[in-house]
């Protein structure tokens, strides 16, 4: 049990030192990009060509830097799954806990973000994958302890596939706003507002992986529940 603590403590402290980083970034880029008031990204000002590639680097080492600690921390398949969407969640939340903490942004709970920007911008409001990071931070933390535990903890072909479907509509809420924009390229961006987030898509996805998640943990408790 104390060996499951230190573990999941030590992936903490990695996932929240690790949205710091980032948030410390993003406001040296906000006073860079958005110099009259670095709280307002929209109207959107593009990055230059070169600044762009930097930052889509950076993500993607990002995630690899998160995948690959995950990778140390656990073994199984399943653990490794839930070290990396724990650790993922927090440091998304305490992204924007740092945020608000240095620069005082967000200012409100439904204020759009940029979020992402593989393999096009993801636009919409910032509570949004907050939500899904906190479902991640509550499975992956209880899946961890689980089989810490010596508990069976798996993915069936039916969860796998609600969370795959899940995923993909979450993922889509975001990717829309910008599709639109996609055939004039660079100077479409130039100026973007936030117009319209798919709700819809978003909250039957976060369904979906709600589910998935809570049928796993379900039937593990079930199977393991003295009779």
């Known amino acids: 049990m104390f060996e499951a603590n230190r573990s999941i403590l030590w992936l903490t402290l990695f996932a929240v030192a690790m949205a710091n980083v980032e948030a410390v970034l993003v406001v040296h880029l906000r006073s860079l990009y958005y110099p009259d008031n670095p709280l307002a990204i929209f109207p959107l000002n593009l990055m230059s060509h070169r600044d762009l590639l930097i930052e889509l680097g950076r993500e993607a080492a990002t995630i690899m830097m998160i995948l690959a600690v995950a990778l140390l921390a ?3 398949v399943i653990s490794v799954f839930a070290a990396f969407v724990y650790m993922f969640g927090l440091w998304d939340i305490f992204y924007y806990v740092w945020l608000k903490l240095l620069i005082g942004w967000p200012s409100s709970w439904l204020e759009w973000d940029v979020l992402f920007l593989i393999p096009w911008p993801w636009f919409g409001p910032w509570l949004t994958p907050v939500l899904i990071a906190l479902l991640f931070v509550i499975w992956g933390g209880w899946t961890l302890l689980m089989t810490q535990r010596g508990r069976d903890v798996r993915f069936t072909p039916t969860t796998c596939a609600l969370f795959i479907m899940g995923t993909a509509l979450a993922l889509a809420a975001f990717l829309l706003p910008a599709v639109p924009l996609l055939p004039g390229g660079e100077e479409a961006f130039r100026g973007y507002r936030p117009d319209g987030f798919s709700w819809g898509l978003y909250t039957a996805g976060y ?11 379900r039937s593990t408790d079930t199977a393991h529940r003295p009779s």
């Open 74 to 76: 656990a073994r199984r």
């Open 207 to 217: 369904i979906l992986m709600a589910a998935s998640l809570w049928i796993i943990a």
